[in-house]
T-cell receptor, first 115, second 113 residues
Framework: NAGVTQTPKFRVLKTGQSMTLLCAQD?????MYWYRQDPGMGLRLIHY???????AKGEVPDGYNVSRLKKQNFLLGLESAAPSQTSVYFC??????????????FGPGTRLTVT | QQQVKQSPQSLIVQKGGISIINCAYE??????FPWYQQFPGKGPALLIA?????SEKKEGRFTISFNKSAKQFSLHIMDSQPGDSATYFC????????????FGTGTLLAVQP
């Protein structure tokens, strides 16, 4: 099993350009998440999904959109990139089990630079 | 609003020493406290986790100590090795229907040979 994969690994955008980051998981997980990681700030949740066709805002959703058309894929879109969106983006997935919290499995990350 | 506060920001330990990283939380509804380990260029990976019904959990050289009344938990790495050099994140979750994690800001650990 590949686990959680992310494409692309690196990307450089100019201000105002758009792009889509793709996350795929082969573990049949119900829940999926998008985080951004910035120095000194840990990982912050952008958007998440609790199932196919559903999405919800996290802690820092502004400037991003997401879609979960298939259970195994979670897409993160930047419609008009800004330098403040320069970051490393991580996707994660987890099981959905009643009664508690469970491990999230992370992808290898996408390093995005907006100039 | 930072709900999970982590310290120190960075830590240097000699090989064979004990590394200690501390976290404090505010929300008493949290019921799951994992530690993630991240190597450069990689995604975070679960190291060890604890639930509030126990005060300590040990897995090999890694131990979580949990103090519910103080709303604090810590990671202890015994006999630290150069291969333990990584960034460590504490996190907390209150379960429910989303399994969302709130992360601390991370600790960069360097174990010197």
């Amino acid at each position: 099993n590949a686990g959680v994969t992310q494409t692309p690994k690196f990307r450089v955008l100019k201000t105002g350009q758009s792009m889509t980051l793709l996350c795929a998981q082969d573990m049949n997980h119900e829940y999926m998440y998008w985080y951004r990681q910035d120095p000194g700030m840990g990982l912050r949740l952008i958007h998440y999904s609790v199932g196919e066709g559903t999405t919800a805002k996290g802690e820092v959703p502004d400037g991003y959109n997401v879609s979960r058309l298939k259970k195994q894929n979670f897409l993160l879109g930047l419609e008009s990139a800004a330098p403040s969106q320069t970051s490393v983006y991580f996707c994660a997935s987890s099981l959905a089990l009643a009664g508690g919290s469970y491990e999230q499995y992370f992808g290898p990350g996408t390093r995005l630079t907006v100039t | 609003q930072q709900q999970v506060k982590q310290s120190p920001q960075s830590l240097i330990v000699q090989k064979g020493g004990i590394s200690i990283i501390n976290c404090a939380y505010e929300n008493t509804a949290f019921d799951y406290f994992p530690w993630y380990q991240q190597f450069p260029g990689k995604g975070p990976a679960l190291l060890i986790a604890i639930r509030p019904d126990v005060s300590e959990k040990k897995e090999g050289r890694f131990t979580i100590s949990f103090n519910k009344s103080a709303k604090q938990f810590s990671l202890h790495i015994m006999d630290s090795q150069p291969g333990d050099s990584a960034t460590y994140f504490c996190a907390a979750s209150r379960g429910g229907a989303t399994n969302k994690l709130i992360f601390g800001t991370g600790t960069l650990l360097a174990v010197q040979p």
